[in-house]
């Protein structure tokens, strides 16, 4: 508790946060990053991004959402209001026998189609 609050009210020299989207999608993480959003621990604003991140949401092709997205990734990694040490890493000691195991990138298993010799 006394670390989410340290966060939440920016009473912090260097701090530790967690990024783990709730859906697989670039906005589940760049919403976190816009101006007054309660998730933006940094606390960072930036006018542009804030305007690239809305109009990456309200985007019709998949082409323009992805060039709004990566001039916003430009950005904040110009002005990089946050470091990324660490990325998390997932092991599975599975017996060969086993078949059909299945995660997608948020890490969630689908156990339905799994087979056993």
Request: a negative charge; aromatic letters at 12%; glycine letters at 4%.
């Given at each position: 508790r ?13 701090a530790?946060a ?11 993480l760049?919403?976190?990053?816009r101006?007054?959003?309660p ?16 109009a ?8 323009e959402?992805?060039?709004?997205y ?8 110009n ?17 060969p ?21």
């Open positions: 006394t670390h989410l609050a340290a966060l939440a009210s920016g009473d912090y020299a260097i530790l967690t990024a783990i989207p709730d859906y697989d999608g670039v906005s589940a760049s919403d976190e990053l101006s007054g959003n998730g933006n621990y940094p606390r960072w604003k930036n006018a542009g991004f804030d305007q690239l991140a809305t990456a949401s309200c985007a019709v092709s998949t082409s959402r992805n060039h709004a990566q001039e916003a990734e430009k950005m904040l990694l002005e990089m209001p946050l470091i990324p040490l660490y990325f998390n890493a997932q092991n599975f000691l599975m017996q026998r086993v078949k059909n195991w299945r995660a997608d990138r948020l890490w969630t298993r689908f156990y339905p189609d799994l087979l056993t010799d």
